[in-house]
């Protein structure tokens, strides 16, 4: 038994060390072949460096153009961050050198290959390049079992800014495989106000999650001539969380025909968060018709909307701060009696508001002070 034992002992002491030993030069290898492919890849970086700043292209373009294969393997991931951040010239003279390479038509035969890292590579090289003809074939992978290679591609989708993305990337937000909110809403915001018609018509989506989406990017690309498509969906959508949104993105469109439905939605039979939502919009949309409104707003029982009318009245200017003015000096700090009455939430959120608006501004003359004294 002694035999077997030691016996076992020196078998597991020699695997340990030939894994050791497969550890360590695996680790060397790798670090020689990363060394190496940085010496082969260093003239192709200047290159690129050089491009990017605008320097002798057409010389650059020749140097990148003719690297060998292995050369640009090593510095084909810095040239695609570099694509991201390039303009004008610079930028079409790189695209160039990539087409020229065939990494285009590559990047498509590789959304089809085995692999998450390499097929999200290639829907990153797509957006990159901003080739619209790729828009089919990323579409299609907005629906890949892997949740990066989805979030990767719908940020492609939104560099390319091909409108005819926007149903799909809107549609990807639900199911069983979604893209995350976030992603979806970037990429169609970089597709901007071409993606309107798209937008408007996802109002009509039977998930909360579309709705809520589309209208908040209608906010955000000031999508004006939507405005009255918004109003409805203020006042009928059946969801409070839309219907919140909708108040939002109405505050950022400004338009005057907001004023009446966003005055509707602070009434007392709304729920709590849209009106909120309304209040801050109001003070958004400037509309000094509104000062009376969120005057009375002050008293109001739940915090977030007295809170939202106090600071929608300061943006509102003299009107705003005068309406602030009166329910402050209605019940000055520590009145008796001290129970808590309506008028006594009214001034307490009006100090507050004034008390916020007052330090900014110190901050603001301090701040000027300091920058005239340097």
């Known amino acids: 038994m002694v035999g077997i034992a030691t016996g076992a002992l020196l078998v597991l002491t020699a695997v340990t060390v030939v894994l050791a030993a497969v550890i ?17 890849a260093a003239p192709a970086r200047r290159a690129l460096l050089a491009l990017a700043a605008g320097d002798d292209e057409q010389a650059n373009f020749t140097t990148l153009a003719r690297l060998e294969p292995g050369v640009w393997r090593a510095v084909e991931p810095t040239a695609v961050a570099l694509l991201g951040k390039v303009r004008g010239e610079a ?25 998450a890292v390499r097929r999200a590579r290639a829907a990153e090289v797509l957006g990159n390049l901003r080739r619209r003809d790729a828009v089919p074939t990323l579409v299609a992978l907005l629906a890949d079992p ?4 989805r979030a990767v591609t719908a940020r492609a989708l939104g560099r390319i800014a091909d409108p005819t993305a926007v149903p799909a990337l ?7 495989r979604p893209v995350p909110p976030q992603a979806v809403a970037d990429a169609v915001l970089r597709i901007g106000a071409d993606g309107r018609d798209a937008l408007v018509g996802a109002l009509d989506h039977p998930a909360e999650l579309v709705r809520v989406t589309a209208v908040e990017v209608l906010g955000l690309v000031g999508a004006i001539t939507a405005a009255g498509r918004v109003i409805e969906v203020l006042s009928g959508d059946a969801s409070p969380a839309v ?33 909120a939502a309304a209040a ?16 009375t707003l002050l008293a109001d029982p739940d915090h977030d909307v007295a809170h939202a009318a106090a600071y929608a009245l300061l943006r509102m200017g003299d009107a705003g701060r005068a309406a602030l003015a009166r329910a402050a000096h209605a019940a000055p700090a520590g009145s008796d009696p001290p129970v808590e009455t309506a008028t006594a939430r009214a001034g307490a959120y009006a100090r507050e508001a004034l008390a916020v608006a007052e330090l900014e501004a110190r901050r603001r003359v301090g701040a000027a002070a300091a920058a005239a004294v340097r």
């Open 146 to 149: 892997d949740p990066d290679v």
């Open 280 to 295: 801050r919009a109001l003070g958004d949309l400037g509309a000094v018709a509104a000062a009376p409104a969120l005057g």
């Open 243 to 275: 219907r919140a949104r909708a108040a939002v993105t109405l505050g950022r469109l400004g338009t005057r025909q907001s004023l009446g439905p966003l005055l509707t939605a602070v009434e007392p039979t709304q729920p709590p968060a849209l009106r």
């Open 91 to 115: 930028r079409a003279v790189l695209v160039s050198v990539f087409e020229e390479r065939g990494s285009g038509e590559r990047a498509l035969r590789q959304t089809r290959r085995a692999g």
């Open 170 to 176: 809107l549609a990807s937000l639900v199911g069983p």
């Open 24 to 40: 360590i030069f695996g680790r060397a290898a790798r670090r020689i072949g990363d060394a190496r492919r940085a010496r082969l």
